[in-house]
């Protein structure tokens, strides 16, 4: 079984610029989450999609959003980058609240 | 979702187990005891769960205290490879939808030849 995909896994933007970000969960898992790793905040939640709704959402202002496609697929987007976005960025997936499975994640570096 | 509590920083010599002990005083009856761990820049690789029995599969056993208030992962025989950051979670399991993980600092764990 094919495990979580991300990409790009490197990414590199200009401040003020918009961004997309893609995920692919394990066939089958319904919810799919976000997370945002910085040296300084660690790993922080952001947003949760189960069948297309987004059931949860961390304390990100709007300038993150996210959606997700009815294969599941989902995608988030940053808009208006700022330095400190520069980011591992995580997307998890799961099937019936048990365990969660991570992708390698995607490096955004904002200049 | 209860707080947790971890060491910072442990060491462990390579073919030793390797004992991570958590703290969640304020764990709720249904609330479950999740492990997930990091390698260097790669996404967190979960381990193993419980609720209030030990645990045990093929990466690592669970022990959880009586009162539930702490647990302790053990990794039987360490390797180079388990040298990553393994953060204890406190979640509710809600059968597929309000997933949120949420991370504490975690315990190093490096494994010293």
């Known amino acids: 079984k094919a495990g979580v995909t991300q990409t790009p896994r490197y990414l590199i933007k200009t401040r003020g610029q918009q961004v997309t970000l893609s995920c692919s969960p394990i066939?089958?898992?319904?919810?799919v989450s976000w997370y945002q790793q910085t040296p300084g905040q660690g790993l922080q939640f952001l947003f949760e999609y189960f069948s297309e709704t987004q059931r949860n959402k961390g304390n990100f202002p709007g300038r993150f959003s996210g959606r997700q496609f009815s294969n599941s697929r989902s995608e988030m987007n940053v808009s208006t980058l700022e330095l400190g976005d520069s980011a591992l960025y995580l997307c998890?997936?799961?099937?019936?609240?048990?365990?969660?499975?991570f992708g390698q994640g995607t490096r955004l570096t904002v200049v | 979702d209860a707080k947790t509590t971890q060491p910072p920083s442990m060491d462990c010599a390579e073919g030793r187990a390797a004992n991570l002990p958590c703290n969640h005083s304020t764990i709720s009856g249904n609330e479950y005891v999740y492990w997930y761990r990091q390698i260097h820049s790669q996404g967190p690789q979960y381990i193993i769960h419980?609720?209030?029995n030990n645990e045990t599969n093929e990466m690592a056993s669970l022990i959880i205290t009586e009162d539930r208030k702490s647990s302790t992962l053990i990794l039987p025989h360490a390797t180079l490879r388990d040298t990553a950051v393994y953060y204890c979670?406190?979640?509710?399991?809600?059968?597929?939808?309000?997933?949120?993980?949420?991370f504490g600092k975690g315990t190093l764990l490096t494994v010293n030849p």
């Open positions: 419980g609720l209030k």
């Open positions: 979670i406190v979640r509710l399991n809600s059968g597929g939808s309000n997933y949120k993980l949420t």
């Open positions: 998890a997936s799961s099937w019936k609240g048990q365990e969660a499975f």
């Open positions: 066939s089958g898992h319904r919810s």
